[in-house]
């Protein structure tokens, strides 16, 4: 061993401990347990779920309904972003130099090549109007989609919650399913009841009962019967969270229209949408006596007014399209990990955390990307085709 | 047929037919990237930015696919 040179042995050091890794995750989870292989308590893996799936876990209050404000895990990492995006930026404006050094040099790198690429896009005096909005929704994107990688994202951190379970109906009780502590998962029955009805789990979580309940107890309905303790993450990515891409996509699309009517007064911009001047002119030339044109430049109104309406409809869809876009993207990297943990812990999630990696990148450069070029398309239409009448 | 395997059933042709689409469309993006390289390497860096915004557009169909398909898995 001390013949072979430096990185060769740190080389054989580092595949043996990724074998050790893999036997051991092999062993301890998902796979191991179906192969039915024998190991200690300790190397079991739990099972990894996603809680909530179109919003994140609510942490103080509850989310019984559309009115309720809640501190949710994404809104948390949403800040925890911010927080450290504000630190990057203090630490690289602190003293700063005409030669930048380090942390100041990194950030110009990254600003500089942000500033190009939104400049290619979309021209340079374009390209810096449009540049802080862009800018931001993309490192909020990319910091966002980063830190959700850290290990102390996800269910590693959990913040516990005691929810009551109320019975759904009332009954005698036939059978008792679930022991006092076990694991329920969401519509497994608690309790047969007789005249075959059945109380479920609305959850799942731990159950913990309040009294110990027997065959031949009578439970009403709307009776606290038991306690569920969920265990939600305290930090979960904030792009899997519906309410945050649809915030950043109306955000979006608000600009992408500010510049439209900016850039072309807002009557003119408005009028690409209703088109109605040439179904006017059309409509005038009928009264006017030019019978023989007066149906072409109807039908030819017509069009332009339905292209038109359908242009501006675009327009809506692309909230929902941006929204759903970075949404779905980050939740199935949330779900596509969690499950390769699940399976092998350790070693199968490795590639996917490269794969990661690339698809957050990407995502906030198509955030980004679309809106650059949907806001230079409305802001610079200077060469219209004028149809003469 | 019960609902839970035709819950089953169509969480996976939600997603199946769904994700041909948009893979079809991914690999015809790819052919005319590589076919518009081939004739004028010099326009790369054109090409390219054109290249990865078409593909979002059309990966993000994809994912509508899988959103519906994850709806009927979870909360369906």
């Given amino acids: ?389 | 047929m019960d609902a839970e395997s035709m819950k089953m059933l169509a969480t996976g042709m939600a997603a199946g037919l769904g994700l041909l689409g948009p893979a079809l469309g991914l690999g015809l993006i790819g052919y005319a990237t590589v076919t518009a390289l081939g004739r004028n390497p010099e326009a790369r860096p054109a090409i390219l930015t054109n290249m990865i915004l078409v593909a979002a557009l059309t990966e993000a169909v994809g994912i509508y696919a899988l959103i519906v398909s994850i709806i009927l898995a979870m909360v369906a």
Avoid: C
Wanted: charged share 15%; aromatic share 10%; no cysteine.
């Fill in chain 1, 1 to 389: 061993m001390s013949r072979l040179s430096r990185p060769t042995r740190i080389l054989i050091i580092v595949a043996v401990v990724i074998v050790i890794l893999f036997i051991v995750g092999l062993i301890g989870g998902a796979v191991g347990r179906a192969l039915e292989i024998d190991s200690p308590g300790f190397l079991h893996v739990p099972v990894l779920e996603v809680h909530s799936f179109f919003k994140g876990d609510a942490l103080t209050g509850s989310e019984a309904g559309p009115g309720d404000a809640y501190i949710s895990n994404t809104m948390i990492a949403s800040w925890i972003t911010v927080i450290v995006v504000l630190a990057i930026a203090f630490a690289a404006t602190r003293k700063m130099r005409i030669v930048p050094r380090r942390i100041q040099g990194l950030v110009e790198v990254m600003l500089e090549t942000l500033l190009n690429f939104v400049e290619g896009v979309a021209g340079r005096h374009l390209g810096r109007k449009f540049f802080p909005v862009v800018a931001t929704i993309f490192i909020f994107v990319i910091f966002n989609a980063y830190l959700a990688l850290l290990p102390f994202f996800g269910p590693g951190i959990y913040a516990s919650q005691e929810h009551p379970v109320e019975a759904s109906t009332d009954g005698v009780i036939i059978s008792v399913e679930v022991e006092d502590g076990a694991h329920v998962e969401e519509g497994q029955v608690i309790f047969y009841l007789e005249g075959d009805k059945a109380v479920e789990a609305h959850d799942s979580g731990h159950i913990h009962f309040d009294k110990t309940y027997t065959v031949g107890d009578t439970i009403a309905q709307h009776e606290q019967i038991a306690v569920m303790e969920t265990k939600p993450p305290l930090f979960r990515s904030a792009n899997t969270d519906i309410n945050m891409t649809l915030a950043l996509a109306l955000v979006a699309v608000f600009f992408i229209e500010f510049w439209g009517f900016r850039a072309r007064g807002p009557r003119h911009y408005i009028s690409e949408y209703a088109n109605f001047g040439e179904l006017k002119a059309g409509i005038g030339a009928l009264f006017r006596g030019k019978i023989k044109e007066a149906p072409m430049m109807i039908l030819t109104g017509i069009i332009n007014v339905v292209m038109g309406g359908l242009e501006a409809l675009s327009h809506g869809t692309r909230v929902i399209s941006f929204a759903f876009r970075l949404f779905g993207n980050m939740t199935a990297g949330e779900i596509l990990l969690l499950s390769a943990t699940f399976l092998i812990p350790w070693i199968m999630a490795i590639p996917f955390y490269g794969l990661e990696l690339l698809v957050g990148f990407i995502q906030a450069l198509i955030f980004g990307g679309l809106t650059i070029v949907w806001g230079t398309m409305a802001a610079s239409h200077e060469a219209e085709e004028h149809q003469q009448a």
